[in-house]
């Protein structure tokens, strides 16, 4: 059983930054594609940025440019680097990860098996 648990979150100003981390049991972390989604209230859980184990990302269009993930497979954890925040990214950040299969960045929910308990960030106006 993989655990993760995110960390990093916060209250900010717009035009600030975050950094999040989400750090992985087990000693596979390296084979595995891991996510970044995030859920305001009343709306859906939508992914924000993914890593294949290879280091290929993807982002959502809201956030390309700002954001970035990266991920250190010697300290089994992920990153998602946050700047120029906006109100409208405010959420519960969720760190996801399964095992990978194939080069494929996993962008879906129901793709990852692994999931933090989140972090809320805040944004202020």
């Known amino acids: 059983q993989v655990q993760l648990v995110e960390s990093g979150g916060g209250l900010v100003q717009a035009g600030g930054s975050l950094r999040l981390s989400c750090a992985a049991s087990g000693r596979t972390f390296r084979r595995y594609a891991m996510g970044w989604f995030r859920q305001a209230p009343g709306k859906e859980r939508d992914m924000v940025a993914a890593?294949?184990?290879?280091?290929?990302?993807t982002y959502a269009d809201s956030v390309k440019g700002r954001f970035t993930i990266s991920r250190n497979n010697a300290w089994n954890t992920v990153y998602l680097q946050m700047n120029s925040l906006k109100p409208e990214d405010t959420a519960v950040y969720y760190c996801a990860g399964q095992d990978q299969k194939g080069s494929y960045v996993y962008t879906r929910i129901y793709e990852y098996d692994y999931w933090g308990q989140g972090t809320q960030v805040t944004v202020s106006s």
């Open positions: 890593i294949s184990s290879g280091g290929s990302t």
